[in-house]
């Protein structure tokens, strides 16, 4: 043992589970003080430089991910990241559940500018559990200790590396504990800040607008009351949002139609509005009503009014905290919803319209600063509603917090990777080095039954006939990703990279296009047997 910190090697012979949970805090702490010392070297290109990357899902995952080949999927989503290895010192060694699928990695070595790709992928340590079953992967990793020590054994130097998680548990806790490494994302115990329950608390704290609602509720009943509440205070009100404390992506979501009620105070309003929430209309078409109100009582939730207008926008910030504590905004993106009420995240525009960008830039910076002092570190995201009123003003309203990277975070580090270009808050807009604006328009769901049909290496026959590639001297073009779930779930994602939002927007409908056709057209070949 050095000082009052456990190496790695003492904490894997002693065992995690002799720790109690506040020894793994005040283990975990001291590790996470030598962020700062590690995010300096980052930039230094020492030899022994290195980045394990843990992209577990460790989340309500039944309702994103279902199945382990979705996991994988997930997993993989966060291969852009490979691009980092364009630092030529730099180590990287990227866990997953199940193999990456080889061709899978040569695409993404592929788009590295200005590096030979043998080179990268000698840098490159792709580590697998084995296990297909749809838990998350730290759970995987904390499962089988021998093979977190020969992760840590391809550490070159431990003073010198971090964790980059999804999402932060006590579960990303521990794997870095096992690891002795620093894990560059949000302490565990800040993670109420992240429920909808928390972020409300905050957004009021800081007086950021947000819809009118109550948090903190376990029932039924506790939701009716609130209800009644609400509707006294907005009788014109006609629908709520019934939110999960934990859900994600707009799963966890239900709308509760209120149009027709009796008026606020009637002897039958209550009865009513308990009617009303038990034909509440859920997101997530695979979850039975009494499932949701149980993981309600379990986790909490919160209702809320369901903002509408005829202009109406979702966007989103994207920000992070420096171990430096400073406080930077990244990005802000349009988001693209669908699903049963159009709350499930489907995929992304950036930046988001100026009109209100600025907007919600100065609310998500309010926030930030509020996480900072409380000791976030890394990416979050403030989700918005924004409706625009008779006088053309915009009116924005923040709804959620993610205390994690999001389906936002891939499309931008992959477009700020392969520029080196930045987001300028002050203009809205996003600029390379060379002074060229770029767009992008993203989705984690292309989705269709023929493309069950394609194999990987049939997609990339694609990209290379129709020219579906990035192009590096021009900076635009299109990078697939979640490439593992093509075969069995006829599901893709894609970002499509212009210098217009209206090219962005056409690379993105004819690469979707193309690949669908191309799928059809396999079938119309070679019809299957009666």
Same mark, same amino acid.
């Not at 992008?440 to 292309?446: F, I, S």
């Not at 635009?476 to 599901?491: K, Q």
């Given at each position: ?109 592929? %788009? ?24 998350? %992967? ?138 009303? %929430? ?253």
């Amino acid at each position: 043992m050095t000082g009052d910190l456990w190496t790695a090697p003492e904490v894997a012979s002693r065992g995690l589970s002799t720790l109690s949970e506040d020894e793994r805090y005040r283990q975990f702490d001291q590790l996470q003080a030598r962020m700062a010392a590690v995010w300096d070297a980052m930039r230094l290109n020492y030899d022994d430089e290195s980045v394990v990357v843990v992209p577990s899902i460790s989340l309500d995952r039944t309702e994103t991910t279902g199945t382990g080949t979705m996991m994988q999927a997930y997993e993989e989503r966060f291969l852009f990241l490979l691009v980092l290895l364009r630092q030529p010192r730099l180590r990287m060694i990227y866990l997953t559940s199940m193999p990456i699928t080889p061709e899978i990695v040569e695409y993404y070595l592929a %788009l590295l500018p200005g590096v030979i790709p043998s080179h990268a992928r000698a840098r490159l340590s792709l580590i697998s559990v084995n296990d297909a079953s749809p838990i998350s %992967l730290s759970e995987k990793l904390l499962a089988r200790p021998r093979l977190l020590r020969r992760i840590g054994a391809l550490i070159p130097n431990r003073a010198r590396s971090h964790l980059v998680p999804y999402n932060t548990t006590e579960l990303e806790r521990d794997v870095a504990l096992s690891l002795g490494i620093p894990m560059y994302g949000a302490d565990p115990r800040l993670a109420d800040l992240g429920s909808k329950s928390g972020c409300r608390r905050m957004f009021a704290e800081v007086g950021v607008p947000h819809p009118l609602g109550a948090e903190n509720l376990r029932s039924l009943d506790q939701i009716a009351d609130a209800v009644l509440v609400m509707r006294a205070e907005r009788p014109s009100m006609d629908s709520a949002i019934v939110k999960l404390n934990e859900g994600v992506s707009g799963a966890g979501n239900a709308v509760v139609r209120l149009n027709g009620l009796p008026a606020p105070g009637s002897p039958t309003e209550r009865a009513e509005v308990m009617t009303r %929430l038990r034909a509440m209309e859920l997101e997530s078409p695979t979850t039975p009503f009494d499932t949701y109100v149980a993981k309600f009582a379990d986790g909490g939730g919160i209702v809320e009014e369901r903002i509408v207008g005829e202009q109406l926008q979702s966007p989103s910030v994207q920000l992070r905290v420096l171990p430096t504590g400073l406080v930077e905004l990244l990005s802000t993106h349009d988001q693209l919803l669908g699903g049963a009420s159009g709350q499930s995240y489907l995929g992304c525009v950036f930046p988001a319209a100026p009109e209100y960008a600025r907007l919600i830039t100065k609310h998500a910076e309010l926030i930030g600063h509020r996480l900072a002092t409380e000791g976030a570190l890394g990416r979050f995201a403030v989700d918005f509603v924004v409706v625009r009123g008779p006088a053309g003003d915009w009116t924005a309203y923040a709804i959620e917090l993610n205390l994690r990277k999001g389906g936002t975070t891939h499309p931008f580090l992959t477009l700020q990777f392969l520029t080196d270009g930045r987001y300028d808050p002050a203009t809205a807009l996003f600029v390379t080095p060379r002074g060229h604006e770029k767009h992008l328009v993203a989705t984690d769901h292309l989705e269709s039954e023929l493309l069950k049909g394609l194999v990987p290496a049939d997609l990339f026959d694609i990209v290379a006939r129709h020219g579906l590639h990035f192009d590096q001297s021009r900076q635009v073009g299109v990078v697939f990703h979640m490439i593992s779930c093509l075969t069995e779930r006829g599901r893709l994602g894609l970002t499509a990279v212009g210098d217009t939002p209206a090219e962005a927007d056409r690379r993105y409908r004819e690469a979707s296009r193309i690949v669908v056709e191309e799928a059809r057209q396999a079938f119309d070949d070679h019809p299957l047997p009666v």
